[in-house]
Structures are given as structure tokens and as C-alpha cells.
């Protein structure tokens, strides 16, 4: 969201930023969970990030201000619609239904 508000310069850091927070936190995630919820944890996190790829592409695309850069926005955007949905319900897929954890009576 607040790339989206950024200067057209800024919009990389931001996504820079979050991304080295995100990671920190997956990864601290990764440490603190119970070995049998790790999978389930790394592939519901893995396919949320994966849906989300069309969305920076798209802002990223928004925010082009040259001929090559549109060209090349619109380009990444069209490689990353597809992808992005596939692999991010491929991973959440992976997630609810093969390493969904297994409740405790």
C-alpha cells in the first residue's frame, strides 16, 4: 500500500523494505514452529507471496514513465499474471490439503 503512495522513484524501496521485514519474519516463523508445521507454515506463506507477484507487477507497471519502460512493464506483468495465480494456488493448495496440520484430540 504504500508503494502505491510513494514517489515513482521510491516505490522499489518500499517493496526492498518490506520484503527484507517479511523475510525476517518468515523466517523467525520458520525457527519458532513445531517441526510438523513448518511445511504447511512455508507453503501458505510461499503462496500468499506468489499471489501477490501480479499485484507489485502491476504497480510497478502503473508507475513506467518511458516507452521501454511500459514495454518492459507490460511484459513482466503479463509473465507474472499467469505464474503468480498458478504457483500461489499450487502452494496453497499444498498447504490446506497435503501438509495441512493434523489436529490433536
Known amino acids: 500500500m504504500f508503494a502505491l503512495v510513494a514517489d515513482e522513484g521510491k516505490a522499489g524501496d518500499f517493496f526492498a523494505f518490506f520484503f527484507l ?8 516463523l520458520l525457527i519458532l514452529s513445531a517441526a510438523d508445521k513448518v511445511r504447511f ?14 499485484v507489485v ?11 521501454g519502460g511500459v514495454i518492459g512493464a507490460v ?21 490446506f490439503f497435503k501438509f495441512r496440520p493434523k489436529r490433536e484430540r
Do not use: C, K
Not at 521485514?21 to 523467525?28: F, H, T
Open 21 to 28: 521485514i517479511s523475510l525476517a519474519g518468515y523466517s523467525l
Open 41 to 54: 507454515r512455508f507453503s501458505l506463506i510461499f503462496g500468499i507471496e506468489w499471489l501477490l507477484l501480479p
Open 57 to 67: 507487477a502491476g504497480i510497478s507497471a502503473s508507475q513506467a514513465d518511458t516507452f
Open 75 to 95: 511484459l513482466i506483468l503479463g509473465l507474472s499474471v499467469p505464474i503468480g495465480l498458478g504457483m500461489g494456488l499450487l502452494f496453497l493448495a499444498l498447504a
